[in-house]
């Protein structure tokens, strides 16, 4: 297997898995046995993309389930991938399965996944939306699948037990202040803070209290956050588009999710593009009684909360990187986010 694309991180206590030769030879294993139980046979090396957080394979492969005009087997090469997560993420090919059944039009189906062994693999979903974007900055590519997405979180909203039993994490309103008091606590985390963010955010508890505490007298129920919903974990455009990478998803407030998709959409939209995003996600909500104005509210409230999501986000990695200095350092600047009037910087999370 080609070792094409690593981490420079240096890992502290342990050994990243490209580097067990055992465990590549597992890996290269399964991909061959779950490539001829779907009709695909092999047609390159793996080449394997290592981060302390996830190890994806880019697997070359003929489909033999394709035939030609004449009848013959298509030897034209396809792409699937394959992914493993760390311990902390090891629920992500359950919930890909799961969502195949829930939540159709979201999520790229896997092929084949190996809950025990957190291991998935899939088919080549397209181009990065990122790089559609890049030419051609409407909304439009994106607007679809986000009022899917929120459709699916209203009703995945039933399933609570549901995705807690797969062992998505339990980011909960509720659950914050404990969540944020633990990150700040860790050693690593306070040493990559500055000394007066470290006093500002130690006394920014009480206020996080009060902020968990208004946001869920609204009565909006968790649901299921993708966590890290950018144009580069989405892959085709419009009608087609999917999220992928689903690492960091969790049981969380509905509109925790806006926090990263206004972020990273701000440089390839305007205000009022923002706000048609910003919308979408609250729409489905309306159905429930609530009130815009409430809903609006209870965002600027939810995106007050996200960094610490995302803060927490960052300790799902393989455990030799649990100390290193990059997952600590982007925990800091997660948490120093909250200091921030609006964490967005487009207007749309300020005033909580």
Not at 133 to 149: G, Q, S, V
Not at 172 to 185: D, G, K
Request: proline share 8%; charged share 20%; with cysteine.
């Amino acid at each position: 297997m080609e070792l094409a694309d690593v981490t420079d991180v240096e890992p502290v206590g342990g050994t990243p898995p490209w580097q067990d030769a055992a465990w590549l030879a597992q890996v290269a294993a399964w991909i061959d046995e779950q490539l001829a139980q779907a009709g695909f046979e092999r047609a390159g090396p793996l080449s394997l993309r290592g981060r302390a957080w996830s190890v994806v394979v880019r697997v070359p492969a003929v489909d033999r389930n394709t035939l030609t005009r004449g009848g013959a087997a298509d030897p034209a090469p396809r792409t699937l991938w394959f992914k493993a997560d760390p311990p902390d993420s090891a629920f992500e090919p359950a919930l890909v399965a799961a969502l195949a059944q829930w939540a159709p039009g979201i999520a790229p189906p896997p092929l084949a996944v190996d809950t025990a062994r957190a291991w998935s693999l899939s088919r080549d979903a397209g181009t990065h939306l990122r790089e559609t974007l890049e030419r051609d900055r409407d909304p439009r590519h994106l607007l679809p699948l986000i009022r899917r997405y929120a459709r699916h979180q209203h009703a995945l909203a039933a399933r609570q037990a549901d995705l807690l039993a797969l062992g998505l994490p339990d980011l909960r309103p509720r659950t914050l202040p404990e969540r944020f008091s633990a990150l700040l606590a860790d050693p690593a985390i306070r040493a990559a803070l500055g000394s007066a963010q470290r006093d500002a955010l130690d006394a920014h508890l009480p206020l996080v209290r009060a902020y968990c505490r208004r946001l869920e007298a609204y009565g909006l129920p968790a649901t299921l956050d993708h966590g890290d919903l950018h144009p580069s974990n989405i892959f085709g455009q419009g009608e087609a588009a999917l999220a992928s990478d689903w690492g960091d998803a969790s049981l969380s407030h509905p509109f925790n999710t806006l926090l990263v998709l206004l972020r990273s959409t701000y440089a390839y939209f305007d205000t009022d593009e923002l706000a048609q995003l910003h919308r979408a996600c609250l729409e489905p909500w309306l159905d429930d009684s609530h009130t815009l104005a409430d809903l609006e509210h209870a965002a600027r409230l939810a995106l007050r909360l996200a960094p610490v999501s995302r803060a927490y986000a960052w300790s799902r990695t393989f455990p030799c990187f649990a100390a290193a200095d990059e997952p600590n350092a982007n925990a800091a600047r997660w948490l120093a986010h909250l200091l921030e009037d609006d964490p967005v910087g487009a207007g749309l999370g300020g005033d909580g």
